[in-house]
Each structure stands twice: as C-alpha cells, then as structure tokens.
T-cell receptor
C-alpha cells in the first residue's frame, strides 16, 4: 500500500543547529512529495514540495530532495531558529483517483535559545 | 486572499449526539477533502468531492459519517450517534482540479471535536 514513514520525535535542538528529519515512502507510481508544517495553534501549511525524482524543494531555508532510488524526501535546514518550533509532516500524493494526501505521523521540533 | 475556513473551531458534544462541521473552501477550488487527525497522528483521508459529488468516500470509517457539498462550494461533514472514538481534529482542504498538477492542497484550521 501507499504510506509515509517519518522519523519519530520529539526532536529538540539548540538555535543555529543543523536539522534533519527523515522521511521515506512507499507508493505505487510516481507521487508528488510534500512537507507540511503545523505551527502552534495554527493549521497545516505547505512548507515545500517536489513533483519528480531529483527535484529539490526549498522554502524558508528548508530543503528536501526527491530521491527515487532510496524512496526518501528528508527535510534539512542548516541553522534552525526558535520560530521553527512546530510539527512537521511528510506527505505524498499519487496524483490518481482522489488525489488525496497520505501523511506521516509528524515530527515535533522544539528549538531552544 | 481568503483561505479555507472551518466552523466551529471547537465542538464539544455528548456521546450519541449528532454534529455538523462546516468547511468553506478557497474560491474557485473545485476539489474539496476532509481528513481526520487523531492525537499524535498525521491526517487521514476521509472523503473527496469534485464539484458537488462525492467522488471518493473510501476513507469514511462507517455509515455514521456522511458529507455533502450541495452547491459545489461549502461542505458539511455530518456525524451521527457520536462515539468517544470520534474525538479528533477534522481538517478540510481544497485544491484546484488535480491539485494544479502537483497535488498540493490548502488546509483550513480544523475543527476540534470532543465527544464526552
């Protein structure tokens, strides 16, 4: 079946530390891949996306590269800030049928000053 | 511009009661989705509308759950005979047809349902 597996949290980092949140997927076909972020008290927001193999999505200093050979889409940021504290969700869309998103369980990141 | 809105933001009800949750999608988005997010989990797909019709309701957990979108815009998720296990955050999302080619969806803030 189609699924997304995310690195379990919570993750606690000091400000300016390097961040990696691992995400791997299982899918039939060629999905689009997404990272959504949920800040405290807010709804899900798209952080970045990639629609085909070797594409790199980037936004707000975050990056993720669509790796078909390892079925991965790991999220990285070189220097995290306190304002990056949130829950991060990896997701895929098969772009067929209902076009619904399949989400991972989420990874809570806390950045301390 | 206006995003996806959902009302109410919080709903507390008693076991066995009926509830309705409303979603107002982004103007011009023909696709509308409902998801359910339980504590500590990612959102799980419930139902997909393309226009007025429910094109895929395979994620609805049982026949107590039903959703409508009579005019192709606002949607209402209806839960009959609520159970404590229905407690979750119910998310609505909308998108252009096919997610604009990428599958991207735009989410509302959610309705937190608590069944006592």
């Amino acid at each position: 079946g189609n699924s997304v597996t995310q690195m379990e949290g919570p993750v606690t980092l000091s400000e300016e530390a390097f961040l990696t949140i691992n995400c791997t997927y299982t899918a039939t076909g060629y999905p689009s891949l997404f990272w959504y972020v949920q800040y405290p008290g807010e709804g899900l927001q798209l952080l970045l996306k990639a629609t085909k193999a070797d594409d790199k999505g980037s936004n707000k200093g975050f990056e993720a590269t669509y790796r078909k050979e390892t079925t991965s889409f790991h999220l990285e940021k070189g220097s995290v800030q306190v304002s990056d504290s949130a829950v991060y969700f990896c997701a895929l869309n098969l772009l067929t049928g209902a076009n619904n998103l399949f989400f991972g369980t989420g990874t809570r990141l806390t950045v301390i000053p | 511009g206006a995003g996806v809105s959902q009302t109410p933001s919080n709903k507390v009800t008693e076991k066995g009661k009926y509830v309705e949750l409303r979603c107002d999608p982004i103007s011009g988005h023909t696709a509308l989705y409902w998801y359910r997010q339980s504590l500590g989990q990612g959102p799980e797909f419930l139902i997909y509308f393309q226009g007025t019709g429910a094109a895929d309701d395979s994620g609805l957990p049982n026949d107590r759950f039903f959703a409508v979108r009579p005019e192709g815009s606002v949607s209402t998720l209806k839960i009959q005979r609520t159970e404590r296990g229905d407690s979750a955050v119910y998310l609505c999302a909308s998108s252009l047809l096919g997610g604009g080619g990428s599958g991207e969806q735009f989410f509302g803030p959610g309705t937190r349902l608590t069944v006592l």
